[in-house]
């Protein structure tokens, strides 16, 4: 997603030159300097100034060791290994990466032993900074919600779910601009310009009619479906339950409907959670479209089938969500599918959490070094927890060590915008 100056008129100039040429001004007296008495004092020339050394930034990763990461040996990380034994499906054919998904093939995951041995033999820990040199962050959380819907409108099922328009356009940037790789640009054709696709606000107003997916009875949860980005539907009329996966977007930034209604005095930063921001919007339902148009991002759905219902939705990388072991964060400064260690609070408490994580996803709100979003699966208590998830934490990034040593480049693995 993509996100003068001027000089006097010369004839100002002109004019100015041509008054003084004609203003007569009668001679002045010539100045008679008196003779020195003594000798004169010729002053020192001043001190140069010298420009105060730059700070340099802080370096973003900084090598750190296993010892120093703090809940290391209490991790239970087996519970981990299922996660990335996903992400190698996807970073077993990178250089880097092959020695280590290889080796994990012998690697018994039931011995927590074994599985810790593993990770400390090919990795070494590099501590996450943001370019001011923080090492914290914030740490957020989603969920995959459930939705009651029916594949005609009528009744109390009135809010479209929609599929990808086909006047939407995707244009990757890096197919023309090499150092562009992994940006996007979305819009729409009018006649041979490419324009910005709809606002939220203007797909509300224009109905995409005949892109419905589906049709669901609560406007406000599926304002939040496209917030978590997929989730899954409980059809009435046939009694099936489908998963709906993020597809595409509008093309325009996503904003959190949360802030405006803390810089609107709406709210305070403590209220602004999933669950004060329904409560809200359930004492101000005639504001209602009024606050979702705050975020002009706009998400487009497509649907999947669900086998197994124990199985998490796909993420980012393509691989499924690990409930609790999969985080979402920015590809451009983390490795997608790379192993993270998450050191942060449980969701509105001081308890720690310590614990392996996965980056398998992305978010539009997600954006800096030092930034997650905490994966909590399908469920009531899922919902609640990712609801009220805003704490503060570091993260540590698990790099081969082929690719510590060779360099680093986070955005080598491409993934499926979000």
Not at 273 to 294: C, M, T, V
Request: include cysteine.
């Amino acid at each position: 997603m993509l996100s003068t100056r001027r000089s006097l008129p010369l004839s100002l100039a002109l004019t100015a030159i041509a008054l003084a040429a004609c203003t007569t001004t009668p001679p002045k007296p010539p100045i008679v300097m008196p003779a020195p008495v003594g000798p004169v004092a010729v002053p020192a020339p001043p001190a140069p100034v010298t420009a105060p050394t730059p700070v340099p930034p802080a370096p973003l990763f900084t090598p750190s060791t296993f010892d120093a990461l703090p809940g290391w040996q209490q991790d239970d990380l087996r519970e981990a290994w299922p996660a990335f034994l996903a992400s190698c499906k996807a970073l077993a054919r990178k250089d880097d990466w092959k020695p280590a998904c290889g080796a994990a093939a012998g690697v018994d995951g039931a011995d927590g032993g074994a599985v810790r041995r593993f990770f400390e033999a090919y990795f070494v820990p590099n501590q996450v900074r943001a370019a001011d040199g923080a090492d914290t962050g914030l740490i957020t959380g989603y969920y995959e919600p459930m939705l009651h819907g029916a594949r005609r409108r009528g009744g109390a099922f009135q809010t479209p779910l929609y599929r990808v328009p086909d006047d939407l356009l995707t244009i990757e940037l890096g197919s023309v601009y090499p150092e562009l790789k992994n940006m996007r640009l979305r819009g729409r054709l009018v006649g041979k310009k490419v324009v910005p696709y709809s606002t939220r606000a203007e797909i509300e107003r224009a109905d995409i009619g005949g892109k419905e997916l589906l049709w669901v009875d609560d406007p406000v949860e599926a304002f939040f479906l496209e917030v978590q980005g997929s989730g899954r539907v409980q059809l009435a009329d046939t009694g099936d339950t489908v998963r709906l996966a993020y597809a595409e977007q509008n093309g325009h930034p996503y904003k959190a409907i949360g802030r405006w209604l803390v810089e609107q005095g709406e709210l305070t930063v403590a209220q602004a959670s999933a669950q004060g921001i329904k409560a809200w919007i359930a004492a101000h339902p005639a504001r209602r479209q009024e606050l979702f148009n705050a975020n002009p991002s706009y998400i487009f759905f497509k649907e999947e089938r669900l086998p197994d219902p124990s199985v998490g939705p796909k993420g980012a990388l393509g691989v499924p969500l690990t409930p609790a072991r999969s985080v979402a964060v920015d590809p451009q400064f983390l490795t997608l599918g790379a192993p993270v260690w998450l050191a942060t609070t449980r969701a509105g408490s001081d308890v720690p959490m310590q614990r392996l994580m996965m980056g398998q996803d992305t978010g539009g709100a997600i954006r800096g070094a030092v930034r997650a979003d905490f994966f909590y699966g399908f469920g009531k208590d899922a919902a609640e927890s990712a609801g009220i998830m805003k704490q503060r934490g570091q993260i540590w990034a698990l790099l081969p060590k082929a690719a510590a040593t060779s360099g680093y480049n986070p955005s080598s693995t491409s993934p499926q915008p979000k």
